[in-house]
């Protein structure tokens, strides 16, 4: 059209999506970043309204916005004339979507469910439904940036109280596993708000177990930054389950615990020597998935041999921050610290940890998977006071794999030893 636009912003937009905008806009477009999110950017473009004489288009609080984003609902039944559709799954943010599909849904093909998605911090529309009347959020969270908003459109709400036959939350972890599991089956990397329906989707038929129904989920947008990945490809993996585990600080207990959960696949383990009482290890595995109950019953195996556990799966300090941490300081007496590195395969942490069978103490153990073909062990061994190290690095060379001394690395003292040591 060749007129002036100026797009506002949150600052917080993925660079992927702030540079995708600017190309397509070209000379004429500017995007202007203002704001910690949706609504201050909003209320920047009200300003600009206002001040400058702008005509404002709004992102979802518009009934022509609101009957364009209803067009894939059209394109839904037409795709699916002679198929059945029992439900659509709708990711939500301000609700425009939501709204334009659940209208055209419900005006064509009623016995269509809509299901409205929202990610659990910023569930705007879920709270309103609920309340009756449009309702404004604290905050939000910003994980789902792309339908982070603090208070939906009047607009929207009508149409989604009339329409709407319910919504879904989901969690930062369930988001990430329906990015996954989008990956697995299309080869896209959906962007988190882009996959709000996917995860409500599989949240929804898991808990009602629902099976032999067409269930149809819109991905929407694909916007995601690289170095968000990382925290993806940690949260996404819903089979994982993690524990904190209290052992005996006594020879031998270390392998009698992991013997335990053999042959599973574990994940992360992370020990520290607190005394010569007990220690604490934080360790994630997957339980074997065709085999029902398997997580509780090594849980019970491993109680029944006096290793209290604690299911720490859902909690969010020890996923975001203790996993991290776990250990930390120890004045564990002559330590001699090791980075190891082995061939990863099923089964390679069990044989290393056997080849550990030694008659000095481990006083460090940290090991996380990765996917690399190699796997990384950090071990600290207490040398007994008073023995030369030959024997120790005689022991070593004969163990057949790769390793670098670390103990007299700075990174090491600073932050894994006493400082009265």
Request: aromatic fraction near 8%; glycine fraction near 8%; charged fraction near 25%.
């Amino acid at each position: 059209l060749g007129c002036r636009a100026v797009i506002c912003m949150p600052m917080a937009t993925p660079a992927i999506k702030v540079n995708a905008v600017r190309t397509h806009g070209g000379d004429t477009v500017e995007v202007r970043l203002f704001g910690n999110n949706y609504d201050e950017a909003a209320a920047e473009a009200n300003r600009l309204m206002k001040e400058d004489g702008l005509s404002m288009i709004h992102p979802f609080d518009d009934p022509e916005v609101i009957a364009g984003q209803g067009t894939i609902a059209l394109e839904i039944l037409k795709k699916c004339v002679s198929h059945p559709v029992d439900a659509i799954f709708v990711c939500c943010g301000g609700g425009g979507m939501l709204a334009g599909i659940a209208a055209y849904v419900k005006q064509v093909r009623p016995s269509v469910k809509v299901y409205g998605v929202e990610a659990s911090d910023a569930a705007g529309m879920t709270a309103s439904l609920a309340a009756g009347k449009v309702v404004t959020l604290p905050s939000v969270g910003l994980f789902a940036d792309g339908a982070a908003v603090r208070t939906i459109g009047s607009e929207t709400f009508r149409v989604c109280e009339k329409y709407v036959d319910g919504m879904v939350t989901v969690d930062t972890d369930q988001l990430c596993n329906a990015i996954k599991l989008t990956y697995n089956d299309a080869r896209v990397i959906l962007e988190p708000a882009g996959a709000l329906a996917v995860a409500g989707l599989k949240k929804f038929t898991e808990e009602n177990n629902i099976t032999g129904r067409t269930f149809v989920a819109i991905t929407s947008g694909a916007n995601m930054d690289f170095n968000r990945l990382r925290v993806v490809s940690e949260r996404a993996d819903d089979s994982e389950r993690t524990v904190q585990i209290t052992i005996p600080e006594s020879p031998g207990s270390f392998r009698k615990m992991y013997s335990k959960i053999w042959p599973r696949n574990v994940t992360e383990f992370s020990y520290r020597y607190e005394s010569g009482q007990e220690a604490n290890v934080f360790l994630s595995f997957q339980p074997l998935l065709n085999v029902e109950g398997d997580y509780e019953q090594v849980i019970q195996s491993l109680e029944s041999e006096n290793f209290p556990c604690n299911d720490l799966s859902h909690n969010e300090l020890a996923k975001t921050h203790i996993r991290h941490l776990a250990g930390g300081r120890s004045g564990a007496s002559h330590e001699r610290l090791f980075r190891f590195h082995f061939p990863e395969s099923p089964g390679a942490l069990q044989r290393f940890l056997d080849s550990l069978n030694m008659k000095w103490n481990i006083s460090l153990f940290h090991y996380r998977n990765y996917g690399d073909d190699f796997g990384r062990c950090l071990v600290g061994i207490q040398q007994n006071h008073g023995v030369k190290c030959e024997g120790m690095n005689q022991f070593l060379k004969d163990l057949g794999y790769e390793y670098v001394e670390e103990t007299n690395n700075s990174a090491y003292t600073k932050f894994l030893r006493n400082k009265e040591d």
